[in-house]
């Protein structure tokens, strides 16, 4: 329908609009009306929107704005006089009972009490009385319209242009959660017609981009692209497939057997939802709620906008609409959306943006990770312009591009992600992203561990790791120096007061209380902060040395088996994976590090210096169960558990006196297997001493 020359011009007059570098006027609205329809193309067409949600919302309303101002600029096409239109060749057309139209939007409280003044007006209600409102997720998925005829299900259908549908009832009969026979009769309804959203759980949703990635196919760019193709599937066993479910939110039109519009004896919306709850449909239900005033309303849309992210389904909004049908009756409709109900927006979670450059950042291990710099954009309320890029794989699995335009997901409304490049938007000036060869710090020429998909430079006296090193040092979770963050590190190196861990045992404080910015009090208050941290655990020492894959929980466990933490280097490897937790590659990096020389000298300097190497009470670990059933033995649990999580399993035996250990040795008593156990079980069988059990003998060895 598009060159891609046009797409990529619709797309630069679309920032154009939005960033008003272009004046609205009467000489360019049909520019924009032609930027909004290309906008519609990609968003229910292809399922590919190049532009945020939000981003269109402005232009639609720029738009409404301009033929509000002018009324002879409508036209009959203008994307204002109709509802967007989703119709595809594949399918049968068919005319929906009613219209399905589209919503108004909202972004704020304010929106909110502008919506319920209008609602009082309209309806010609006293000032200050209150107006019952029933609030509602808004479903981020693809909309349904369902007719049921003497209690079966006869038609489903897209959502279309509002007024005509794609027919799609064969794939409406796959899913589990529509019935295909409800006792509308028992209510005197002989036909009716429902509205809904049939959507992916975000759990199914990530299953299907693991099992589309490992074959190597594109990924989806959220659940609704999911949910929206599997709805226009010719098989209906593959829409099946992807898990799809449907949440009815509202009775559209209801007749009786002489063919009477009968919706206005269900007097309440609110009504119409349970009566539909009790024929069995998937209504929401505790993301439900019937409120008493705007207010009520207000508070309910702000606290799930705070806790959307810990719903299972993906939701954009609340839709908030009159819960007393003869008070929408009053308000009425425009030709686009009904002047009782209106969405309140969550902020945005995608945008699309530029790739401007990529900067590869030397970690404290000497990874090192790309950094993608963006044009600054606007995302779940914050700026973001940087984002890790992972590694060499994810740039080329992303097929990403200097000056690429991108679309940046804030996942979980925290860490910013680069979703996909729009390669359709590419003019020819974009260049391929290189991975260097060598250390961007000290030049050294990179490496890639086995099994690892980070370069690393393996130069340990890097000045880039060393800095790195010193940050994390400090750090609240591992020495936790209060006051010390990677400001003071960065001067102090610049200054050639630190090089090494040590160095900041032995800082000068009289020099740091004549620095400009600083002063006696400041110097004070950080010799304060070393001198507490250097009572720390052994844990806590263990974890600052930046030794690859040694996390806070392994260095706990660790700890929790030495007096003295230079107790480590006669350690074997087999002793430190009869803990748990702790595998082979963990054990050969603690070794490794406890083998140095130069670390076993650092360790005796920090002592000089006053940092503690001993084993805190608090380290110790918990006196082991002796009278429980497997009380004296070591298990391990392998393949895929059915019956508990892994950590609940782990749990239970030490309850029961056992040790967890991570590997399979002579060491080991017990091992419970799952589904597909794989080699430790072949290894364990092999060594002949082991005792295997399935989960169910485990849980019935411990009476469960």
Known sequence: MYSKKKQKELYERSKDFLTDKVTLSAANVDALREAI????????????????????????KKLEALETAHPKLVTPDSPTQRVSNDLTADFPTVAHLIPMLSLDNSYNAEDLKDFDQRIHELAMLEEGADVEYVVEPKFDGGSIALVYEDDRLVRGATRGNGTQGDEITHNMRALRSIPLKAAFSEHGIKKVELRGEAIIRLDNFKRINAKREKEEKSVFANPRNAATGALRMKDPSETASRGLEAFIYQLGYAEDAAGNEILKNIPTHNEGIEMLASLGFKVPVIERKLCKNIQEVTDFCMEWQDKREGYDYEIDGMVVKVNRLEIQEKCGYTSHHPRWAIAFKFKAKQATTKLLDVEFQVGKIGQVTPVAKLEPVALAGVTVSSVSLHNEDFIQSKDLHLGDTVLVERAGDVIPYIVKALPELRDGSEVKIEYPTHCPSCKTELVQPEGEAAWRCENYACEAQTLRRLIHHVSKDAMNIDGFGEKYILRFNELGWLDTVADIYRLDYTKISELEGFGQRSADNLEAAIDT???????????????????????????????????????????LTDLSDIGPKVANELIDFFKKQKNLDLLDELEQLGVNLKRLDSEMKQEAITDGVFSGKTILFTGKLQLMSRTDAKARAVAAGAKPISAVSGNLNILVVGEKPGSKLKKANELGTVEVMTEAEFLEKINI
């Open 533 to 575: 941290a250097k009572k720390n655990g052994i844990a806590r020492l263990l974890y600052s040395f930046s030794i690859p894959h040694i996390g806070r929980s392994v260095s706990k466990k660790v700890a929790a088996e030495v007096e003295d933490i230079r107790d480590l280097k006669t350690w074997t490897a087999e002793q």
């Open 37 to 60: 329809v290309y906008h519609e193309w990609r968003y229910y067409v292809l399922n590919e929107p190049v532009v945020s949600d939000f981003e269109y919302d402005q232009l639609y």
